[in-house]
């Protein structure tokens, strides 16, 4: 870690979610389908259907604007309307990079809850360990994280402009 931030490289991304993907195993959680929130679980979304290898629908949903400051509520940028026959009475693994504050994760819960899944579990790369804006829904009974961190930045790869250099910082 350095520059006050966390520095996380692909290599410990898949590390990561191959770790996850043995613990989601081992619970006896065998999803049917993936959901990826965009953009940060794009990826490890994709290296997830590695370990599983089930369909990924992918979801955009914005809580931030163009000047990086909260907006008053996520909103939908892409959203699977098309694939819903595809949700209901599915287990469903619900994947973002990051659980800061929750409002993402929950307002994406609540419209896939509308499709009516068998189940929905959550699966993150990291959990901030800090006090969230919202609670999961009562129906959220699964919930895995690959790494428990500080309330710190996370710069992760797929946002670095110079990835050698965004390693090193990570080894730092």
Request: hydrophobic content about 35%; proline content about 4%; overall charge negative.
């Amino acid at each position: 870690m350095s520059d006050n931030a966390l520095y996380v490289s692909y290599n410990t991304v898949h590390k990561l979610v191959k770790s996850l993907s043995e613990r989601l195993l081992d619970s006896g959680y065998d999803p049917e389908v993936i959901v990826a929130i965009g953009s940060g679980g794009f990826i490890p979304a994709r290296i997830m259907k590695t370990f599983i290898n089930r369909p990924i629908y992918a979801v955009g949903i914005s809580y931030y604007g163009v000047d990086n400051k909260h907006r008053d509520h996520p909103t939908k940028i892409q959203w699977i309307d098309e694939v819903k026959s595809q949700l209901r009475g599915k287990k469903v693994l619900l994947i973002d990079e990051v659980d800061d504050s929750r409002v993402t994760l929950a307002y994406c819960i609540g419209e896939l809850l509308k499709y009516e899944p068998e189940e929905i579990a959550v699966l993150v790369l990291h959990n901030k360990r800090k006090e969230k804006d919202v609670e999961f829904p009562s129906e959220i009974k699964r919930y895995f994280s690959g790494m428990e961190t500080d309330d710190v930045w996370i710069k992760y790869p797929w946002d670095a402009v110079e990835i050698e250099e965004h390693t090193a910082k990570e080894e730092a």
